[in-house]
Nanobody, 121 residues
Framework: VQLVESGGGLVQPGGSLRLSCAAS???????????MSWYRQAPGKERELVAT????????NYADSVKGRFTISRDNAKNTVYLQMNSLNPEDTAVYYC????????????WGQGTQVTVSS
């Protein structure tokens, strides 16, 4: 399985970015059997959960630090999960990672390689 993130970059405070994570190569189960999440890791800090969406796309959860600013969504027809990030601030600077976990077998999970988001003026 391959998860490929894209959409990162440099943005000014108050700006927006939309991250995408395209998944391919599923053999055990199809993409719609996986809950998807975005994590981030800032320099010198532990990786933290940003947002999660369930396999059907009907349930989402967010870290308190991004509630009201970030929106996670998915398109199961395209095997892609998105993270719309608005009102970005310097504290959002991090490498953002996509994560897939099988909704019934948690030991089946995969990580993307990450995409850098830098918020700076």
């Amino acid at each position: 399985v391959q998860l490929v993130e894209s959409g990162g970059g440099l943005v000014q405070p108050g700006g927006s970015l939309r991250l995408s994570c395209a998944a391919s190569g599923f053999t055990v189960s199809s993409y719609d059997m996986y809950d998807m999440s975005w994590y981030r890791q800032a320099p010198g800090k532990e990786r933290e959960l940003v947002a999660t969406i369930n396999s059907a796309g009907g349930s989402t959860n967010y870290a308190d630090s991004v509630k009201g600013r970030f929106t996670i969504s998915r398109d199961n027809a395209k095997n892609t999960v998105y993270l719309q990030m608005n009102s970005l601030n310097p504290e959002d600077t991090a490498v953002y990672y996509c994560h897939a976990v099988h909704k019934r077998i948690a030991t089946i999970n995969y990580w993307g390689q990450g995409t850098q988001v830098t918020v700076s003026s």
